[in-house]
């Protein structure tokens, strides 16, 4: 059952106000044949990192991306709306900031980017529906059921949920439809960059956090079933959530050249492992080092460093609001990681100051540990698959 607690805590990084209230509507829906509810396209790039240059050439007249960002709306309290208003200057700034650069620059000038903006669930709203939806599993299940209540309190101790309650239907129904809400806007989103956009290139999916969750069952729903649809999905990057080995045709990658594949990966510190139980089968913890099956722990030479900002930018954004500027590539050679059992662990941290803040979950930091690796492997990918 602790596993279960586990994820919940890592999904979830925002303080709760004092009240809880849900509206009964939604913000405007946004139209996606108006580029302006695309937060990156061809016409509007993303920038690579300020030290990096980029000497690869490109797929883009053949592969596109479509990019789902992380929750960043954590106000769904004090009678706000519990789903994000894409038109809310602070919500752009938040995407921009915290996802664009940290994640989805990534496959910038690569391929084609396209990113479009979505209603998400706000952070503790999505913790309760996940809450629910764990809770009624074990309510169904007659091994768990009869030790409902202990798994219920353990599971509502956390202090996310505070204004939470599983007994609640009617907060449980609401969740559950802004949960759809979001992923209503997604569907739409494809399917008018299919009709728009797309051009009968081939297309990769990448997404992180809420965001994989919606792009699970969006490869689920949608492009599985459509044989068109699946011969041209290359890959799907679904990281930050437990994702298991249960789509019918798309198999997790194996190789470091693999295609028609997806990879997963959660990041937690040394020896943390919520997945190693009967809870969770089949987790994928594909290695973004190495990109391979190996279950040794990598060698620090292999990691090519990380993409993070410097405190002084932070601090310009915490504090000042303002935009946090470029992010630097630092710190090559000093990361080593396992894939163990559905987690992916930083066995070896070889910078002072991350030392002395080791954490049991590196989730905010899934793509930015490893930019540099999963750039070049997917050009790698992608340069075998054509050249055959």
Known sequence: MRSFYFFIIILSSCNTSKYLVSNTGFPKAPDYKYMKNWIASPKDEI?????????LNDFKPKVDVFYLY????????????????????????????????????????????????????????????????????????????????????????NKTLEYFTYENNKLRSYSKEAYDVAYSDIKRAFLKYLELENNGKYFIIAAH?????HASRLIKDIILPNKDLKDKLLLAYLVGVPVADNFSTLPPCKDPDQMKCFLSWNTFGDNINPYDNEYYQNIVASNPVTFDQTMETTDLSSHKGILMPNIVQMFKYQVMKLPVGNFKLKKPNKISVKSERGSLQLKQIDIPWMKLFKMDSYHSA???????????NLHYRLTNYFSQ
């Not at 920038?47 to 000497?55: C, K």
């Not at 994000?84 to 995407?95: F, Y």
């Not at 956090?209 to 969750?213: D, I, T, V």
């Not at 899934?366 to 070049?376: G, I, S």
């Open 47 to 55: 920038s690579l990192p300020a030290n990096h240059v980029d000497t």
């Open 70 to 157: 992380p929750t960043v709306y954590n106000s769904g309290y004090n009678g706000n709306f519990w789903n994000a208003n894409v038109e809310d200057p602070e919500h752009l700034r938040r995407v921009k900031d915290l996802a664009l650069g940290n994640q989805a620059s990534i496959f910038s000038g690569i391929t084609n980017v396209y990113a479009p903006l979505y209603r998400q669930l706000f952070y503790d709203g999505l913790v309760y529906h996940n809450s629910s939806n764990i809770l009624t599993e074990i309510a169904l299940d007659p091994n768990l059921s009869k030790d409902f209540k202990i798994y219920r309190d353990e599971i509502f101790s």
């Open 366 to 376: 899934d793509y930015n540990l490893f930019w540099l690796n999963v750039r070049e």
């Open 209 to 213: 956090s809420q965001g994989s969750m």
